[in-house]
Protein backbone atom coordinates (compact mmCIF):
# COMPACT_ATOMS: atom_id res chain seq x y z
CA UNK A 1 0.00 0.00 0.00
CA UNK A 2 1.51 3.44 -1.22
CA UNK A 3 1.63 6.93 1.04
CA UNK A 4 -1.26 8.90 1.77
CA UNK A 5 -1.47 12.06 0.24
CA UNK A 6 -3.12 14.22 3.10
CA UNK A 7 -6.14 16.46 1.74
CA UNK A 8 -5.23 19.23 4.28
CA UNK A 9 -1.65 19.88 3.28
CA UNK A 10 -1.62 18.04 0.25
CA UNK A 11 1.72 16.33 1.68
CA UNK A 12 2.70 12.47 1.64
CA UNK A 13 2.28 10.48 5.33
CA UNK A 14 3.13 6.95 5.58
CA UNK A 15 0.05 4.73 4.32
CA UNK A 16 0.43 3.09 8.46
CA UNK A 17 -0.23 6.49 10.27
CA UNK A 18 -3.77 7.32 11.49
CA UNK A 19 -3.32 11.05 10.83
CA UNK A 20 -1.14 13.40 8.59
CA UNK A 21 2.48 13.94 9.88
CA UNK A 22 2.51 17.49 9.02
CA UNK A 23 -0.60 18.95 9.92
CA UNK A 24 -2.31 16.21 11.73
CA UNK A 25 -5.29 15.57 9.54
CA UNK A 26 -7.67 12.53 11.21
CA UNK A 27 -6.90 10.03 8.26
CA UNK A 28 -9.38 7.55 10.16
CA UNK A 29 -11.49 10.28 12.02
CA UNK A 30 -15.04 10.98 11.38
CA UNK A 31 -16.30 12.88 8.52
CA UNK A 32 -17.57 16.10 11.01
CA UNK A 33 -13.69 15.88 12.18
CA UNK A 34 -11.69 15.84 8.70
CA UNK A 35 -14.09 18.89 8.22
CA UNK A 36 -13.41 21.13 11.22
CA UNK A 37 -9.67 19.86 10.95
CA UNK A 38 -10.07 21.48 6.60
CA UNK A 39 -11.37 24.37 8.27
CA UNK A 40 -8.88 25.31 10.46
CA UNK A 41 -6.11 24.74 8.03
CA UNK A 42 -7.38 26.79 5.67
CA UNK A 43 -8.22 29.56 8.13
CA UNK A 44 -4.42 28.95 9.44
CA UNK A 45 -3.00 28.80 5.88
CA UNK A 46 -4.98 32.76 5.62
CA UNK A 47 -1.71 33.91 7.08
CA UNK A 48 -0.24 33.60 3.37
CA UNK A 49 -2.43 36.01 1.79
CA UNK A 50 -2.58 38.54 5.13
CA UNK A 51 1.65 38.28 4.25
CA UNK A 52 1.26 39.33 0.87
CA UNK A 53 -1.48 41.81 1.25
CA UNK A 54 1.03 43.74 4.18
CA UNK A 55 4.05 43.35 2.09
CA UNK A 56 1.49 45.17 -0.94
CA UNK A 57 0.48 48.26 1.61
CA UNK A 58 4.37 48.10 3.09
CA UNK A 59 5.25 48.69 -0.55
CA UNK A 60 3.13 51.34 -1.12
CA UNK A 61 3.59 53.19 2.53
CA UNK A 62 7.74 52.88 1.84
CA UNK A 63 6.66 54.54 -1.37
CA UNK A 64 4.96 57.13 0.31
CA UNK A 65 7.91 57.68 2.97
CA UNK A 66 10.62 58.61 0.28
CA UNK A 67 8.11 60.72 -1.66
CA UNK A 68 7.38 62.68 1.82
CA UNK A 69 11.32 62.97 2.50
CA UNK A 70 12.23 64.32 -1.23
CA UNK A 71 9.00 66.90 -0.16
CA UNK A 72 10.72 67.80 3.01
CA UNK A 73 14.11 67.84 1.27
CA UNK A 74 13.27 69.98 -1.62
CA UNK A 75 10.92 72.63 0.77
CA UNK A 76 14.33 72.64 3.62
CA UNK A 77 16.60 72.88 0.89
CA UNK A 78 14.44 75.74 -1.51
CA UNK A 79 13.89 77.93 2.09
CA UNK A 80 16.97 77.23 3.34
CA UNK A 81 15.66 76.13 6.33
CA UNK A 82 17.58 72.88 6.15
CA UNK A 83 21.63 72.66 5.90
CA UNK A 84 23.37 70.97 3.08
CA UNK A 85 23.78 67.87 5.64
CA UNK A 86 20.36 68.30 6.09
CA UNK A 87 19.61 67.64 2.67
CA UNK A 88 22.40 64.88 2.07
CA UNK A 89 20.44 62.68 4.90
CA UNK A 90 17.55 63.05 3.44
CA UNK A 91 18.79 61.93 -0.02
CA UNK A 92 20.12 59.07 1.36
CA UNK A 93 16.74 57.66 3.21
CA UNK A 94 15.07 58.62 0.13
CA UNK A 95 17.23 56.40 -1.89
CA UNK A 96 16.91 53.62 0.65
CA UNK A 97 13.27 53.52 0.85
CA UNK A 98 12.70 53.39 -2.91
CA UNK A 99 15.51 50.43 -3.19
CA UNK A 100 13.25 48.77 -0.48
CA UNK A 101 10.29 49.81 -2.08
CA UNK A 102 11.08 48.66 -5.66
CA UNK A 103 12.56 45.16 -4.08
CA UNK A 104 9.95 44.50 -0.88
CA UNK A 105 8.04 41.73 -3.09
CA UNK A 106 11.66 40.06 -4.21
CA UNK A 107 13.23 39.36 -0.21
CA UNK A 108 9.72 41.04 1.95
CA UNK A 109 11.84 40.40 5.18
CA UNK A 110 15.42 41.97 4.30
CA UNK A 111 13.42 44.74 2.30
CA UNK A 112 10.83 45.74 5.12
CA UNK A 113 13.94 45.46 8.28
CA UNK A 114 16.11 47.67 6.16
CA UNK A 115 13.67 50.84 6.02
CA UNK A 116 12.28 50.17 9.69
CA UNK A 117 15.88 50.38 10.89
CA UNK A 118 16.94 53.39 8.72
CA UNK A 119 13.91 55.32 9.66
CA UNK A 120 14.24 53.68 13.79
CA UNK A 121 18.09 55.74 13.35
CA UNK A 122 16.66 58.92 12.27
CA UNK A 123 13.82 58.93 14.86
CA UNK A 124 15.93 58.11 17.75
CA UNK A 125 18.74 61.01 15.97
CA UNK A 126 15.34 63.06 15.79
CA UNK A 127 14.39 62.89 19.48
CA UNK A 128 18.27 63.42 20.46
CA UNK A 129 18.77 66.28 18.64
CA UNK A 130 15.71 68.11 18.45
CA UNK A 131 12.56 66.87 20.17
CA UNK A 132 9.85 69.03 18.10
CA UNK A 133 11.52 67.49 14.68
CA UNK A 134 10.75 64.03 16.57
CA UNK A 135 7.17 65.26 17.43
CA UNK A 136 6.32 66.98 13.92
CA UNK A 137 4.75 64.43 11.95
CA UNK A 138 4.70 61.87 14.52
CA UNK A 139 1.12 60.28 13.67
CA UNK A 140 2.63 59.77 9.87
CA UNK A 141 6.12 58.26 11.59
CA UNK A 142 3.58 55.65 13.64
CA UNK A 143 1.70 54.68 10.76
CA UNK A 144 5.37 53.75 9.06
CA UNK A 145 6.58 52.33 11.78
CA UNK A 146 3.52 50.52 12.93
CA UNK A 147 2.61 48.99 9.24
CA UNK A 148 6.62 47.81 8.83
CA UNK A 149 6.50 46.20 12.31
CA UNK A 150 3.68 44.59 11.80
CA UNK A 151 4.57 43.33 8.29
CA UNK A 152 7.81 41.91 8.94
CA UNK A 153 5.81 39.78 12.05
CA UNK A 154 2.87 38.73 9.70
CA UNK A 155 5.81 38.05 7.05
CA UNK A 156 7.73 36.08 9.86
CA UNK A 157 5.05 34.10 10.60
CA UNK A 158 3.98 33.33 6.88
CA UNK A 159 7.11 31.89 6.40
CA UNK A 160 7.04 29.32 9.69
CA UNK A 161 3.62 28.10 8.08
CA UNK A 162 4.95 27.18 5.09
CA UNK A 163 8.42 25.90 6.25
CA UNK A 164 6.03 23.87 8.64
CA UNK A 165 3.36 22.57 5.63
CA UNK A 166 6.10 22.40 3.05
CA UNK A 167 4.30 25.20 0.93
CA UNK A 168 6.14 27.27 -1.72
Known amino acids: MGDKICPACKNESNSITNTCEKC ?54 STLLSSPIDFFINIFVITILIISAVFIKKL ?3 FLLIPTLTLTTIYVIE ?12 IFKLLIFGCLIYSIYINLESNKFKKKFNIK
Request: proline share 3%; charged share 25%.
Open 24 to 77: KFPFEGSEKDKSIHIGRFISDKGIIADSEDYINKSQKFVGFAAAIYLLRAIIGF
Open 108 to 110: PFV
Open 127 to 138: YLVDFDIFINGI
